[in-house]
Protein backbone atom coordinates (compact mmCIF):
# COMPACT_ATOMS: atom_id res chain seq x y z
CA UNK A 1 0.00 0.00 0.00
CA UNK A 2 1.43 3.15 -1.29
CA UNK A 3 0.85 6.25 1.09
CA UNK A 4 1.87 9.60 -0.12
CA UNK A 5 2.82 12.73 2.03
CA UNK A 6 2.03 16.29 0.72
CA UNK A 7 3.19 19.41 2.20
CA UNK A 8 3.35 22.97 1.11
CA UNK A 9 5.79 24.94 3.37
CA UNK A 10 4.84 28.53 3.08
CA UNK A 11 8.52 30.44 3.51
CA UNK A 12 7.51 33.66 2.91
CA UNK A 13 4.42 35.10 0.63
CA UNK A 14 6.38 34.09 -2.42
CA UNK A 15 8.29 31.87 -1.83
CA UNK A 16 7.21 28.17 -0.50
CA UNK A 17 9.10 24.53 -0.02
CA UNK A 18 6.88 21.90 -1.84
CA UNK A 19 7.62 18.50 -0.27
CA UNK A 20 6.03 14.95 -1.64
CA UNK A 21 7.32 11.55 0.05
CA UNK A 22 5.93 8.74 -0.88
CA UNK A 23 6.18 5.43 1.70
CA UNK A 24 5.53 1.76 1.12
CA UNK A 25 4.96 0.48 4.56
CA UNK A 26 7.66 2.23 6.84
CA UNK A 27 9.75 2.62 3.64
CA UNK A 28 10.32 5.73 1.98
CA UNK A 29 10.42 5.19 -1.65
CA UNK A 30 10.31 8.39 -3.31
CA UNK A 31 10.97 12.28 -1.84
CA UNK A 32 11.13 15.95 -3.51
CA UNK A 33 11.19 19.21 -1.85
CA UNK A 34 10.91 21.84 -4.66
CA UNK A 35 11.77 25.48 -3.89
CA UNK A 36 9.39 27.60 -5.44
CA UNK A 37 9.22 31.22 -5.70
CA UNK A 38 6.20 33.28 -6.96
CA UNK A 39 6.63 35.21 -10.47
CA UNK A 40 4.00 37.11 -12.29
CA UNK A 41 1.22 35.15 -10.39
CA UNK A 42 3.06 31.37 -11.19
CA UNK A 43 4.71 29.27 -8.95
CA UNK A 44 8.44 28.86 -10.38
CA UNK A 45 10.37 26.09 -9.49
CA UNK A 46 14.15 27.49 -8.50
CA UNK A 47 16.13 24.55 -6.71
CA UNK A 48 14.62 20.54 -6.15
CA UNK A 49 15.86 18.03 -4.16
CA UNK A 50 14.68 14.37 -4.73
CA UNK A 51 15.61 10.63 -5.36
CA UNK A 52 13.72 10.57 -9.04
CA UNK A 53 14.80 7.18 -10.82
CA UNK A 54 16.51 5.93 -7.44
CA UNK A 55 19.60 8.63 -7.57
CA UNK A 56 19.91 11.55 -4.23
CA UNK A 57 20.51 14.79 -7.14
CA UNK A 58 20.19 17.92 -6.88
CA UNK A 59 18.54 20.24 -9.92
CA UNK A 60 18.50 24.16 -10.32
CA UNK A 61 16.59 26.03 -12.58
CA UNK A 62 16.97 29.61 -14.33
CA UNK A 63 14.04 32.06 -14.10
CA UNK A 64 11.51 30.69 -16.33
CA UNK A 65 11.90 27.27 -14.62
CA UNK A 66 13.74 25.53 -17.13
CA UNK A 67 16.08 22.76 -15.92
CA UNK A 68 19.46 24.44 -16.01
CA UNK A 69 21.81 21.93 -14.35
CA UNK A 70 22.21 18.80 -12.17
CA UNK A 71 24.28 17.10 -9.62
CA UNK A 72 24.98 14.63 -6.62
CA UNK A 73 23.03 15.31 -3.56
CA UNK A 74 23.40 13.51 -0.07
CA UNK A 75 19.73 12.30 0.88
CA UNK A 76 18.88 14.72 3.60
CA UNK A 77 15.55 15.12 6.17
CA UNK A 78 13.22 17.89 5.11
CA UNK A 79 13.80 19.75 8.22
CA UNK A 80 17.93 20.05 6.93
CA UNK A 81 16.67 21.40 3.44
CA UNK A 82 14.33 23.78 5.28
CA UNK A 83 17.11 25.51 6.96
CA UNK A 84 19.18 25.63 4.14
CA UNK A 85 15.99 27.38 2.19
CA UNK A 86 15.28 29.53 4.93
CA UNK A 87 19.26 30.65 4.99
CA UNK A 88 19.93 31.23 1.48
CA UNK A 89 16.86 31.51 -0.10
CA UNK A 90 17.03 33.16 -3.81
CA UNK A 91 20.61 32.78 -3.66
CA UNK A 92 20.17 28.96 -3.57
CA UNK A 93 19.96 28.58 -7.37
CA UNK A 94 23.72 29.92 -7.69
CA UNK A 95 25.08 28.08 -5.07
CA UNK A 96 27.14 24.93 -5.39
CA UNK A 97 24.76 22.88 -3.65
CA UNK A 98 26.49 19.73 -3.15
CA UNK A 99 28.83 20.99 -0.75
CA UNK A 100 25.61 22.54 1.67
CA UNK B 1 10.58 33.11 18.59
CA UNK B 2 9.46 31.52 15.70
CA UNK B 3 5.53 31.25 15.33
CA UNK B 4 4.11 28.57 13.10
CA UNK B 5 0.60 28.64 11.81
CA UNK B 6 -0.40 25.19 10.30
CA UNK B 7 -3.55 23.88 8.56
CA UNK B 8 -4.35 20.81 8.12
CA UNK B 9 -6.43 20.24 4.79
CA UNK B 10 -8.18 17.20 6.52
CA UNK B 11 -8.92 13.66 4.64
CA UNK B 12 -7.87 14.27 0.60
CA UNK B 13 -11.00 13.74 -1.55
CA UNK B 14 -9.11 11.44 -3.75
CA UNK B 15 -11.89 11.42 -6.47
CA UNK B 16 -11.40 15.86 -6.76
CA UNK B 17 -7.15 15.15 -7.10
CA UNK B 18 -8.03 12.85 -9.99
CA UNK B 19 -10.33 15.13 -11.37
CA UNK B 20 -7.28 17.97 -11.10
CA UNK B 21 -4.71 15.35 -12.59
CA UNK B 22 -6.67 14.01 -15.50
CA UNK B 23 -6.62 18.10 -16.04
CA UNK B 24 -3.73 18.63 -16.13
CA UNK B 25 -2.21 16.25 -17.75
CA UNK B 26 -3.57 14.08 -20.67
CA UNK B 27 -3.99 10.55 -18.82
CA UNK B 28 -1.89 8.42 -16.33
CA UNK B 29 -0.43 6.19 -19.19
CA UNK B 30 0.73 9.64 -21.05
CA UNK B 31 2.63 10.87 -18.08
CA UNK B 32 3.94 7.64 -17.65
CA UNK B 33 5.06 7.80 -20.75
CA UNK B 34 6.74 11.14 -20.09
CA UNK B 35 8.01 10.63 -16.94
CA UNK B 36 9.56 7.02 -17.26
CA UNK B 37 10.50 7.05 -21.09
CA UNK B 38 11.16 10.59 -21.82
CA UNK B 39 12.75 11.40 -18.72
CA UNK B 40 11.28 14.62 -18.13
CA UNK B 41 12.87 16.54 -15.39
CA UNK B 42 9.36 18.88 -15.14
CA UNK B 43 9.09 19.07 -11.00
CA UNK B 44 4.95 18.81 -11.27
CA UNK B 45 4.93 15.68 -13.93
CA UNK B 46 6.93 13.94 -11.74
CA UNK B 47 5.28 14.71 -8.67
CA UNK B 48 1.87 14.08 -10.11
CA UNK B 49 2.84 11.02 -11.70
CA UNK B 50 3.97 9.87 -7.98
CA UNK B 51 0.62 10.94 -7.02
CA UNK B 52 -1.22 9.31 -9.49
CA UNK B 53 0.39 6.40 -8.83
CA UNK B 54 -0.65 5.90 -5.36
CA UNK B 55 -4.24 7.00 -6.07
CA UNK B 56 -4.77 4.03 -8.28
CA UNK B 57 -2.95 1.62 -5.85
CA UNK B 58 -5.76 -0.14 -3.99
CA UNK B 59 -5.88 1.10 -0.24
CA UNK B 60 -3.10 3.95 -1.53
CA UNK B 61 -3.42 7.20 0.03
CA UNK B 62 -2.50 10.73 -0.25
CA UNK B 63 -2.40 13.07 2.98
CA UNK B 64 -2.02 17.05 2.89
CA UNK B 65 -0.89 19.44 5.13
CA UNK B 66 -0.37 22.97 4.92
CA UNK B 67 2.78 25.12 7.28
CA UNK B 68 3.50 28.40 7.11
CA UNK B 69 7.07 28.56 8.47
CA UNK B 70 6.78 32.57 8.90
CA UNK B 71 4.80 34.95 11.31
CA UNK B 72 3.90 37.25 8.83
CA UNK B 73 0.73 34.97 7.71
CA UNK B 74 -0.95 35.95 11.40
CA UNK B 75 -1.17 39.60 9.83
CA UNK B 76 -3.51 38.12 7.50
CA UNK B 77 -5.36 36.38 9.77
CA UNK B 78 -7.75 39.15 11.41
CA UNK B 79 -10.52 37.95 13.42
CA UNK B 80 -12.99 38.86 10.36
CA UNK B 81 -10.70 37.11 7.85
CA UNK B 82 -11.08 34.11 10.82
CA UNK B 83 -15.12 33.84 10.95
CA UNK B 84 -14.88 34.21 7.40
CA UNK B 85 -12.90 30.98 6.83
CA UNK B 86 -15.02 29.43 9.81
CA UNK B 87 -17.94 29.85 8.13
CA UNK B 88 -16.92 28.69 4.45
CA UNK B 89 -15.83 25.27 6.45
CA UNK B 90 -19.56 24.94 7.91
CA UNK B 91 -21.80 25.72 5.36
CA UNK B 92 -21.36 25.17 1.22
CA UNK B 93 -21.01 29.36 -0.69
CA UNK B 94 -22.09 29.34 -4.08
CA UNK B 95 -20.81 32.97 -4.94
CA UNK B 96 -19.14 35.71 -2.98
CA UNK B 97 -22.72 37.99 -2.65
CA UNK B 98 -23.94 35.07 -0.33
CA UNK B 99 -20.92 34.86 1.65
CA UNK B 100 -21.33 38.70 2.06
CA UNK B 101 -24.81 38.70 2.48
CA UNK B 102 -23.98 35.61 5.76
CA UNK B 103 -21.11 37.62 7.10
CA UNK B 104 -23.39 40.98 7.39
CA UNK B 105 -20.75 42.55 5.26
CA UNK B 106 -20.48 44.66 2.09
CA UNK B 107 -19.26 42.88 -1.26
CA UNK B 108 -16.16 44.64 -1.49
CA UNK B 109 -14.60 44.32 1.93
CA UNK B 110 -15.62 40.76 1.67
CA UNK B 111 -13.69 39.81 -1.41
CA UNK B 112 -10.67 41.77 -0.66
CA UNK B 113 -10.64 39.23 2.15
CA UNK B 114 -10.72 36.33 0.69
CA UNK B 115 -8.36 37.69 -2.45
CA UNK B 116 -5.55 38.43 1.11
CA UNK B 117 -6.48 34.63 2.31
CA UNK B 118 -6.21 33.46 -1.42
CA UNK B 119 -2.31 34.90 -1.19
CA UNK B 120 -1.56 32.72 1.28
CA UNK B 121 -3.09 29.65 -0.26
CA UNK B 122 -5.97 29.36 2.29
CA UNK B 123 -8.92 29.81 0.42
CA UNK B 124 -9.95 29.57 -3.19
CA UNK B 125 -12.08 31.14 -5.60
CA UNK B 126 -13.91 28.60 -8.13
CA UNK B 127 -15.16 30.30 -11.45
CA UNK B 128 -18.92 28.63 -11.84
CA UNK B 129 -20.73 30.23 -14.74
CA UNK B 130 -20.72 33.78 -13.72
CA UNK B 131 -20.01 33.30 -10.14
CA UNK B 132 -16.83 32.85 -8.05
CA UNK B 133 -17.40 30.27 -5.37
CA UNK B 134 -15.25 30.94 -2.39
CA UNK B 135 -13.71 27.50 -0.80
CA UNK B 136 -11.59 27.16 2.42
CA UNK B 137 -8.80 25.42 1.47
CA UNK B 138 -8.19 24.34 5.47
CA UNK B 139 -10.06 22.35 8.11
CA UNK B 140 -8.45 24.50 10.93
CA UNK B 141 -5.65 26.41 11.99
CA UNK B 142 -3.45 25.88 14.89
CA UNK B 143 -0.63 27.79 16.32
CA UNK B 144 2.54 26.58 17.46
CA UNK B 145 6.22 27.14 18.42
CA UNK B 146 6.97 23.86 18.21
CA UNK B 147 9.30 22.26 15.51
CA UNK B 148 7.16 20.50 13.92
CA UNK B 149 7.53 20.86 10.09
CA UNK B 150 9.09 17.74 8.03
CA UNK B 151 7.87 15.81 11.24
CA UNK B 152 7.36 12.26 9.40
CA UNK B 153 4.21 11.32 8.57
CA UNK B 154 1.80 9.25 11.16
CA UNK B 155 2.08 5.65 11.37
CA UNK B 156 -0.48 3.51 8.44
Given at each position: ?56 H ?33 N ?9 | ?30 L ?7 Q ?34 V ?48 V???R ?29
Amino acid sequence: MVRVFRQRIWVRRDEVLDAVEAFDGPRRTFYSYTFRTLRAGTWIPAVRWDNWEGLDHVDRFDERGILRDRGPWRDRPLPDVLKLVKAFRRNLPTMDLKEL
Amino acid sequence: MRVEVSGSAGPMAAERELKALEGRHEGFDALRQRVLVGQCSEPVAVDDFVVWKALRDPGGALEERIVFDTPDVVRTLTPRRLELLELLRQVDVPSIKDLAIRLRRDYKNTYDDLVALGAWGLVRLLREGKNQRPVALVTGLHVSWEKSVGASPPAP
